[in-house]
């Protein structure tokens, strides 16, 4: 059973990889394999964790036993029911007539995910990004805490250009993305210097991009080399 | 009444969901929890739709015998080789053994690892025909991107093995990512984050009603 | 003979050699390959000859047939895993970061891993689980696995056992539920960071074998995060390290190392910039770099040198290609390969 596992692995890896040379039927045969294949594992997972899981144990608990074997039964949870009937709403979209009704689960899911995001993006990604940005530059004024004097401690030198270039780079780029005020004189050469930072942003982005790819192929390839042929040592 | 109580709906999940970041007590707490839950179950739902409607194309595709029909039975039969064990097995049924687990391992686990594996062919080849230092931004670019994907892996500092301690291109790499990266990147996180901020009290205002669809 | 013929004989081919190769592996009479360094080095140079006639053909003004490329990309992640070369890997402050959190832990620490990947993301973040796991067991750090991907449970399951087969761990005889614990996958993303910044138990009331939370002693008394030391989260997109930056390291003041996918890795920068992530692991080179750090070689190092190569083949061709862009003086576009 296993050869025949690594076989089949290794032909619809095989299938896959030929689209490299061009369409063929091999390719189409593996990538509808995948389609269904796919569709019906996320379909079977997301049953048994959200539906059965979530829902069908939190309404029809089962029994659990403590440590004197005593037999403990939480109370159901009928307000999962409404969760259910919001599900079985969305499913009305197949059904054209009475499609509409699936609107309603669908502003419960918009209405959690904006009221979720103001809060975690305002708070994560602009406050404590804003925060990090207001760094002191040069030095800093510590308090010694035996005499209680203040002195000027100079950052290291490869501090103060990263500290430059950080303050410079975030508040370049947030000018270009000011697409209010026409990008013209001091403000349009502020604009260019951000321009120049996301393009930093982006070849670096790339790179990574690049890496990422290249891993996921030598993965493969040490499957199908390593694992299925057994010729890397 | 088919618009006023979508918009009902976002309004108040929305702001249960602002009050209860500042506010994490009872109501509010149950709420989130009423709300967390059902949010997981219509996620759920949600993705059946998607599952069920590729049925009913595929199936529509047979029967019309369109192009490629014959590519369509083997998705759906695809889809049922691995429905059938998975909700025959019980709750055990990705257990190390099973034959829903086998087909994860051997047939789920290759077919998806190539289809994004394919892709750093395609990342060469657009590079080889598209990527070109036209100006000094498009330059920029090529550079940094040079500087990461040298500098990441060991044959960097290979090549700049005579370069003093700290301007290797490890090193180079390092600092780039850092800092003039780091602060693009926080630029563009700033920047969606106002945006999303912005869009998330527009739609639990109900000013914007985009996501309701026509009519 | 037509092109239909030729390409059906060279699957033909390809298959029959298959074939043979791993009745070979199997019978035993056909094993590893491993180039010499004379061999490793005359495929270098045979490369390079072949790079160099692309720019010749490409300044001449025709691109080369993007198949012609794929077979380059397709040599340059081969060849280097038969190549007998050794590559000095460096190590980066964000690895060196994250390995000097672990190292401050004191042993009897908690620390919450969590697997928000899946397979296809499985060569960069896999190598980097087992050397994880491996690290903290070896340290006496209490392991506690959660994943909020359905995939994640299994592979931590996988980097587990690599990590169990450890002699200096087999010899501590680490025991599941005391020393560590996998406590299965959670739907609903977000929502259950949240709801475990207040109690872990209603999110997990049951590990990913069916044994109830309050039965295992590691985690009978571990409420939320207030009682984790340190939390590492392996994340290939959504939900993933983001999310728990927003929630738990942001609202509940968890400290957190970051394991992505490269894909990732630069959009995590910012938070660690802003001390919101204690380290961060980016890609199959931060793989490879924790895995020097923690003296156990495996896959991210194993790998390194096809990844080396890949990036070198890359970049060729796009030096090329603006090569053959400015030596046309940038009037008239190339003619395309067929």
Known sequence: MEHLAVWIAALLTLGIISFLYKDNAWYKLSEAIFVGISAGYWFVVLFWDNVHGKFWTGVFPPEQYDAAGNVITEAPDYMLWVGAALGILMLMRLIPKIGWISRWPLAFIVGSTSGLYLINYFSSNMMRQVQGTIMPLFGMWPTDPTTGETVFQALPTYDIVGNVVILVGVFSGLVYFFFSKEHRGVFGATAKVGIFFLMVTFGASFGYTVMSRMSLLIGRVDFLFGTWLGLIK | MRREIPLLITGIVGAVFVLQYFIPHWPFSKMNAWFSDWFSIVAAFAIWLGALNLMKISLQKIAGRKEDWGYAIVIIVSFLVIVIPGFGGGQGYREAGTFFSWLYEWVYTPLSSTMFAILAFFVASASYRAFRARNLEATLLLVAAFFVMLGRVPVGDLLTGFMPTGWQLSDLAGWVMNFPQAAGQRAIMIGIALGLVSTSLRIILGIERSHLGGE | ?338
């Open chain 3, 1 to 338: 003979m037509s092109t239909r013929t030729w390409e059906l004989l060279v699957v033909a081919a390809v298959l029959i050699v298959s074939t043979i190769v791993y009745l070979g592996k199997v019978g035993g009479w056909i094993g590893g390959v491993s180039f010499s360094p004379a061999v490793s080095i005359i495929v270098i140079i045979l490369i390079f000859l072949s790079l160099v006639w692309i720019l010749v053909r490409t300044l001449r003004g025709s691109l080369v047939d993007r198949r012609i490329v794929f077979l380059f990309v397709g040599l340059a992640v081969v060849l280097p895993f038969f190549m007998s070369i050794t590559q000095k890997i460096k190590i980066s402050p964000e690895v060196q970061q994250l390995y000097d959190a672990l190292e401050a832990l004191p042993p009897g620490s908690k620390v919450l891993v969590s697997f928000d990947y899946d397979p296809p993301s499985a060569p960069e973040l896999q190598p980097m689980a087992e050397s994880f796991l491996r690290y903290c067991l070896r340290s006496d750090l209490k392991v506690i696995i959660i994943g909020l991907w359905p995939q994640g449970p299994q592979q931590a399951d996988l980097a587990l056992q690599i990590a169990l087969e450890d002699p200096e761990i087999q010899s501590k005889s680490p025991q599941y539920g005391v020393d560590y614990v996998n406590l299965g996958f959670q739907a609903g993303n977000e929502f259950v960071i949240q709801r475990m910044g207040a109690n872990i138990e209603s999110m997990f009331p049951r590990d990913y074998f069916g044994a109830a939370y309050r039965d295992l002693p590691l985690v009978r008394n571990v409420k939320n995060f207030s009682n984790i030391d340190y939390s590492f989260n392996l994340s290939a997109g959504y939900p993933g390290t983001q999310e728990w930056v927003q929630v738990a390291v942001d609202r509940y003041g968890l400290r957190l190392g970051g394991g992505n996918t490269a894909v990732q890795a630069p959009m995590m920068y910012p938070y660690l910039n802003a001390g919101q992530l204690v380290g961060l692991l980016g890609g199959m080179n931060g793989a490879a770099e924790f895995e020097l750090l923690t003296g156990v070689t495996g896959k991210g190092t194993k790998f390194m040198l096809s990844q080396s190569f890949a990036h070198m083949i890359v970049i060729a061709f796009v030096i090329i290609g603006n090569a053959a862009f400015f030596a046309s003086g940038r009037r008239k576009p190339l003619e395309q390969g067929k």
